[in-house]
C-alpha cells in the first residue's frame, strides 16, 4: 500500500539553527501522488502547512520548504533558522489527485525549538 | 483557526458503551473523513462522504463503527459498542473540491 516514513521526535534544535525532517514515500497504487506537510501547533488542529503536486517542484510557507524528489522518493522539510513559535508536531502525507482521495500520514515528528 | 467543528473534545465511555461523536464540515466542502489517530501517532482511516454518499471505508467500519452525513445536519461517527482498543483521537476533516484536507480539533475517546 501507499506509505509514509518520517523522521520521528523528538527533535530538538536550538533557535536560529536550521532544520530538516526527512520524509520518504511509497505510492505503490497511486501514479501521481502529492506530498504534504501538515502541522499541529500545541493545543490546536492539524493544519496545512504546505502542499507540492508536481515532481521537482518545491513548496514554500512560513519560510519552511520541501521538494517533492520523484527519483529518492523524498520530500524533506527544511527551515534555514527556525524560532521558538515553530515548536510543533510535523507530519508528511501523501495523497492521489482528486476529490475525496484520502491520505496516509507519516507518525509525526515532535519539533521542540529552545530559545 | 480550523472551521472544522467537533463535538465533543473529550469522551469518556465503559467498554461495551456506544460512543458518538460529531462534525461540521467547513461551508461548502462536500468531502467529509473520519481518522483514527492512536496513542502511537498513527493514523488510520476510517470513512469518507462525499455528498452524504460514502465514498470510501475500511472493514472496521463496516462491522462496529457506523457514520453518516445527512445533509443539513451534522455528520456523526458512532461506536456500537466501545473498545478499550478504540481509546483514541477521532479526527474529522472536510475537503472541497480538491484533496486538501482541513481537520477540526479532534475528539478524544477514551474507553475505560
Known amino acids: 500500500g501507499d506509505s509514509v516514513t518520517q523522521t520521528e521526535g523528538p527533535v530538538t534544535v536550538s533557535e536560529s539553527e536550521s532544520l530538516i525532517i526527512n520524509c520518504t514515500y511509497s505510492?505503490?497504487?497511486?501514479?501521481?501522488?502529492?506530498l504534504f506537510w501538515y502541522v499541529r501547533y500545541p493545543g490546536e488542529g492539524l493544519q496545512l502547512l504546505l502542499k507540492?503536486?508536481?515532481?521537482?517542484q518545491k513548496g514554500s510557507s512560513r519560510g519552511f520548504e520541501a521538494t517533492y524528489n520523484k527519483e529518492t522518493t523524498s520530500f524533506h522539510l527544511q527551515k534555514a533558522s527556525v524560532q521558538e513559535s515553530d515548536s510543533a508536531v510535523y507530519y508528511c502525507?501523501?495523497?492521489?489527485?482528486?476529490?475525496?482521495?484520502?491520505?496516509?500520514f507519516g507518525k509525526g515528528a515532535k519539533l521542540t525549538v529552545s530559545p | 483557526n480550523s472551521k472544522v467543528i467537533q463535538t465533543p473534545r473529550y469522551l469518556v465511555k465503559g467498554q461495551g458503551q456506544k460512543a458518538k461523536m460529531r462534525c461540521i464540515p467547513e461551508?461548502?466542502?462536500?468531502?467529509v473523513f473520519w481518522y483514527q489517530q492512536n496513542k502511537n501517532n498513527e493514523f488510520k482511516f476510517l470513512i469518507n462522504?462525499?455528498?452524504?454518499?460514502?465514498?470510501?471505508q475500511i472493514d472496521m467500519t463496516e462491522k462496529r463503527f457506523s457514520a453518516e452525513c445527512p445533509s443539513n445536519s451534522p455528520c456523526s461517527l458512532e461506536i456500537q459498542s466501545s473498545e478499550a482498543g478504540d481509546s483514541a483521537l477521532y479526527l474529522c476533516?472536510?475537503?472541497?473540491?480538491?484533496?486538501?484536507?482541513?481537520f477540526g480539533a479532534g475528539t478524544r475517546l477514551s474507553v475505560l
Open positions: 462522504f462525499q455528498n452524504q454518499e460514502v465514498l470510501q
Open positions: 461551508k461548502g466542502h462536500p468531502v
Open positions: 476533516a472536510s475537503s472541497p473540491t480538491e484533496n486538501t484536507l482541513y
Open positions: 505510492a505503490t497504487s497511486i501514479a501521481y501522488p502529492n
Open positions: 502525507a501523501l495523497g492521489a489527485q482528486g476529490t475525496g482521495s484520502k491520505l496516509s
Open positions: 507540492v503536486i508536481t515532481a521537482g
